[in-house]
């Protein structure tokens, strides 16, 4: 079983900043690429960012420059550091990993999601 358990979300004031967190857990032999997607209401999934194992980063155009993805690849978690928050911004984000299970096979994972509102 592979489980992945996000923190990080809540509310705050536009210009403000949060930290996202993912940690991976369970039968896990390497985690080649993890990121995160959002899910604003009444709009689709985006991809906000990812990372691979090697550190090789992605980001949305809208988000550049203002989030940066990193990752322990020791204890298999991926963060999401969010600065000069926007009200745009505000979603639910879930973190989402690729696995390589112990016993083989390459699976998709998601998070729970986490609340990101961007409000004053």
């Known amino acids: 079983q592979v489980q992945l358990v996000e923190s990080g979300g809540g509310l705050v004031q536009p210009g403000g900043s949060l930290r996202l967190s993912c940690a991976a857990s369970g039968s896990i032999v390497s985690i080649p690429t993890m990121g995160w997607y959002r899910q604003a209401p009444g709009k689709q999934r985006e991809l906000v960012a990812t990372i691979s194992s090697g550190g090789t980063t992605n980001y949305v155009d809208s988000v550049k420059g203002r989030f940066t993805i990193s990752r322990d690849n020791a204890n298999n978690t991926v963060y999401l550091e969010m600065n000069s928050l926007k009200p745009e911004d505000t979603a639910v984000y879930s973190c989402?990993?690729?696995?390589?299970?112990?016993?083989?096979?390459?699976?998709?994972?998601w998070g729970q999601g986490t609340q990101v509102t961007v409000s004053s």
């Open positions: 989402n990993a690729v696995i390589l299970r112990i016993g083989g096979g390459t699976f998709r994972y």
